[in-house]
């Protein structure tokens, strides 16, 4: 080997030096990054669930807020008919007063439903300013000063409040 200009020993002692090299490697780089990368993978996981669950309860919370128009309007529906019924025996006048009570309870009806629907929104906006604190907090690793990321979160919601019709 030495007529090709390869020293035997030296050869070994590169093998065995790349060797320890590579295994050294593998324990103190390639070992840790992959259990990051795995830790980094269930944290994003964690926070798509915490996103599909805020999204699942904010359709729950737009069916619930459906359901209660369809029944105001309903009822307000019901007392109508019932106002039309009464005024048609009793005459012109009071079928004109039986229209305005009938005309009053579905204004409280309507009041009464949109006060609902803000609390539940309301409900809704904090839930996912918490989701999103929370994801922020996990995607970055670390403490996010909390009154300027809920100062910037009430600004989007409110953002997109005005943005609906």
């Not at 309507?110 to 906006?125: C, D, K, M, S």
């Not at 604190?133 to 009154?147: K, N, P, S, Y």
């Amino acid at each position: 080997m030495e007529s090709l200009g390869i020293n035997l020993s030296s050869l070994i002692s590169n093998l065995i030096n790349f060797a320890a090299l590579a295994v050294v490697l593998y324990l103190l780089l390639y070992k840790p990054v992959l259990r990051m990368m795995s830790q980094r993978r269930d944290r994003i996981a964690r926070s798509m669930a915490d996103v599909d669950a805020a999204r699942e309860a904010a359709a729950k919370a737009q069916q619930e807020y459906d359901r209660k128009i369809g029944e105001a309007q309903r009822k307000a529906q019901e007392i109508i008919a019932q106002a039309a019924q009464a005024s048609d025996k009793v005459g012109a006048d009071i079928k004109a007063e039986a229209q305005r009570e009938a005309d009053a309870i579905r204004q409280r009806a309507r009041e009464e439903a949109e006060q609902e629907r803000a609390r539940i929104l309301a409900e809704v906006q904090d839930q996912i300013a918490g989701l999103s604190m929370i994801a922020t907090e996990r995607v970055l690793g670390q403490a996010v000063d909390a009154t300027l990321q809920r100062k910037l979160i009430d600004n989007f919601l409110a953002g997109l409040g005005e943005a609906k019709p």
